[in-house]
Structure formats: C-alpha cells, structure tokens
C-alpha cells in the first residue's frame, strides 16, 4: 500500500457514537436553551412558535440534557476501563509540553518561529476543547439542578443562588455555544476538514501534518501497549464491581436530578373553586396630573375610579389600599420575575397584571378579594420559597388581593368653576348674589366669587369645613337652598382646590 493511501486507525465506531451522541444533545440544547436567555429575539419567537410553544420547548431541553448526562456518565466509566484496565496513557491531560507547543504555535503563526511545534496523541488544542467542555457540563450540570429544583435547593442554600445559577448557566451556554462556533468549527471543520471522527481513520499525510509524534510512535510499534491475557483478566475483576458501583451512583444521581421535584407552583394544590378571571386587553396606564398655577392648600382626596379584576368601579371613598402598579409590581419585579418572568417557570409570567390574573399551570394564583386562597400568598407563607418575600413584602400582597387586586387608581377629573359649578350655582343663587351683590357677595364671576362679600371670604380652597360657600348650605333652609348632590359636588370642588377651569 503507498504512502499516499496508508489509513491509521484513530477512532473506534463506539467512540464515535458517544461523539454524535454529544453533538446532537448540546445542539439541541443550545438551540433550545438560548430563546430562553433571549426571549424577545426575533429568531427566538420562531423557534418557540416552530417547537409549538415554550413548554414543548422546554420539555426537549430537559431531554438533551438527560442525554447528555447519561452520555457524561458513560464517558467516565469507559475512561475509567480504558486506563486501569488496558493500561492506556491518559494523553489527554494537560501538560507543560503544551504550554511550550501552544506558545511555539503562536510565535510561528506571528513569523517568530521557523516550525510549527510536533505533538502527539492529541494536540494543545484539543486538550483545551476537551477540558472545556468537561468544565461546562460542570457548570452547566450543578446550575441546571438548581434551577430544576429551586425548592429542594434553597433548603440548603440561600435563595439568592437561584437568579445567580440562571444567570451563570445563560453566561456558560452562550460561551460554549461561541466557543464551539468560533474555536471548533474553524480548527476542526474550516481551516482543515478533519473527517477521522466520521471515518475513524486519518491518511498518513494527514498524521504528519497534526500528529506526528503519534506517527511516530506507531511506527516504531511502542504506540499501544501489550498486556498479558492473565493480567488484563485481574484487572477487569477489580474494575467490573467498581465501576458496576460507579454506575448505580451516578445513575441514582441523574434520576435523583430529574424528579427531585417538579416546580414550586405544584407543590401546593390548587383551591377548588377557581372562578374564571376577567383580564383587561391592556394595563391601566398611571395619569400624570397637571400642576396648579399657584400652590394650593393640600386637598383632600377626590372619589377614584379603581381598574379591578373585572373593570372599572367608581369608589364613593377615595380608594387607599395597595395597587399593582404602584406597591405589588415593584416587588414582583424585584423578588419573583427572574424565574417568572418572560420565560414564565411553570407557565407563570409576573411582571405584568393581566399575566398575573392568568395564573400558571397550576391555575390562576391570584383570586381577588381572598388572599388565604390565592397560591401566591399561601406558597409565600410556607416559607422557603426562592424569591421568598419579606414580612412587610406579603402583607402588601395579601392587602392588595384581598382589597380586590386593584390595577391602577385613576383620579376622576374633579369639578371646575368655569362648566360645572358655575352652572349649579348661578341658577339658584344669582337673583340676590348676582348684579345686586347681596350682602356684598357676587357669585356671578369667579373672581367675584374669590373676592367674597361683606362677611370675608366664602371659598377657601383645599379647606370646605371653613368655606361659607359650603357650611351655609350645609345647615340648610337657605333662600337659595341646593340640593344634597349639589352640596355634594360644591365640597369636592373646594377640596380639590377650587379650580377655576
């Protein structure tokens, strides 16, 4: 056979699988794992809509990884064979030589070296993408578990290490993902196609040009040591049990990993009556009032309409307890939207009011106007939970809920001078406080009306219990009597500040 068509054997076909097997499972979970890190992204929106929603694409993540875990506890036990048992060199552990070969590589690719460095079994290169791919899954195992099981971790561990794990594990797969891209595919696939892990061979040509120290080796017939029958029989009887062990350890460990528990939404079951929510198109947005030419004593509060579960109701009282917009999602955002935000743990999404109302996969967590069967409160309450709210925090939540899960106050426009009380009053009041001016008072203007009568002033505004306007026809029997609504209407113009339009 000629020397162009010489093929050394470098793979085994088991050795192969286990590599097909890696590369689809941490493709499908790069793929499936980055629309979670970036869920708003135009090309994460399609892989969602493709997989059929995020809980499918869920579901295919948590499968990758299984199958990446059986792949890691397969690699460590055939590992394990290969060096107790056939006596093999671990070659794939870093050495000094490789820091001598990896910087000779950069000073021959810079023009500083007359060689590119000899290496054998396997390059610098692949040591380094070897050992950091065995770092990430590290990383990306003990993240993942915390994330999979935020209760059972969070009882041994402060809460605080569950956003941290979501953001360490999003950190490790975009960095693996580019490192894969950038550093593999262009050694392995663009700078020269290696095709050794298809085809389990390399030509000779092939050999001297990545390896040839192992070339070398080969030759010389010192590549794969020899080990008698007797030997090898000994061997394998102390590794079998061991590794038989190993196995049901690590086995025992992944299904520990998979069924620890489910979410921390179906650990409480919910309520039994689960009224259907009504949940507005939009939220209420907080209006901005506009300010007052000169200051003004402090008003009273005017009566507010208050955005509820099922739309709007105009409070007779100005409504004063706890709001989503203004106390509850400031909490939510600070405590709960790292696992139930846009990516939605548990189909739970908190950080808007209408996804709140919508509830989880467990049902609606919020029932307005009964907080000791809401599962947001009753989940806080037993304690443990990763975004565990304070005391003071779950009060707030329990008021809100229970005064009936207020969106947003919006203040309703107060009375004005100029349209509404002008119109109420001149009517009944202009015949003697018109023209005339009755007891010095003309009511015809506004400014007639600031100015007062003879009696001082008759509106104060801010300040109706000192208004003459207001406590004349307050004891009633007046010439120019109003009626309840009107009085009414006059006070809420006066604490308001008596606007003039």
Known sequence: MSEQTTKYKRFSLARRIEHLVMLLSFTTLGLTG??????????????????????????????????????????????????????MRMSMLPSLQDVKDGWQ????????????????????????????????????????FLMWNPITSTKFLPGEWI?????????????????????????????????????????????????P???????????ERSIPPSVLRKRQMVYYP??????????????????????????????????EVFVPQTPTPRPTLAPTATPLPSPTPVPATATV?????????????????????????????????PAAMGGLNLSTYADTLNGGQSGPVVIPGDSA?????????????????????????????????VESVEPVSAPVWEG?????????????????????????TYADLLNGGQSGSVVIPGDSASSLLFTIQQVGGHPGQLTPEEIDHVQAWIDAGALEK
């Open 105 to 144: 590589a950069l000073m021959y690719n810079i023009g500083r070296a007359k060689s590119f460095p000899q290496m054998g079994r396997y390059t610098f290169e692949e040591k380094m993408e070897y050992w950091a791919f065995a770092w990430g899954t590290i990383i990306m195992g003990l993240t993942g």
């Open 34 to 87: 980055l629309p979670q890190r970036y869920p708003l992204a135009g090309t994460s929106v399609f892989i969602v809509d493709l997989l059929g929603g995020i809980e499918n694409l869920r579901s295919i993540h948590h499968i990758a990884a299984i199958v990446l875990m059986f792949g890691t506890a397969y690699h460590i036990i055939v590992a394990g064979y290969k060096v107790f048992v056939l006596g």
């Open 213 to 223: 120290l192992e070339l070398a080796d080969i030759k010389a017939g010192v590549a």
């Open 242 to 275: 061991v590794a038989g062990i190993l196995t049901v350890v690590m086995l025992a460990g992944i299904f520990g990993f998979i069924n620890a528990e489910e979410t921390a939404l179906t650990t409480v079951l919910p309520p039994e009556d689960q009224s």
């Open 309 to 341: 579960e099922g739309g709007s109701a105009e409070t007779a009282e100005p409504f004063t307890g706890p709001t989503w917009d203004h106390e509850v999602f400031p909490i939510m955002q600070a405590q709960c939207t790292t696992c139930h935000g």
């Open 373 to 405: 069967n809401s599962l947001l409160v009753t989940i806080q309450e037993a304690g443990g939970h990763p975004g565990q709210l304070t005391p003071e925090e779950l009060e707030i939540v329990q008021e809100w809920i229970d005064a009936g899960a």
């Open 163 to 211: 956003p941290a794990a979501r953001a360490a594990h999003g950190g490790e797969a975009v960095l693996a993902v580019l490192a894969i891209i950038i550093w593999h595919f262009y050694g392995v696939h663009i700078k020269r196609f290696n095709k050794s892990m298809w085809t389990g061979k390399m030509s000779e040509e092939e050999m001297l040009h990545e390896h």
């Open 420 to 444: 509404d009380i002008a119109a109420l009053i001149q009517p009944k009041c202009s015949t003697c406080h018109g023209a005339a001016a009755m007891g010095g008072l003309n009511l015809t």
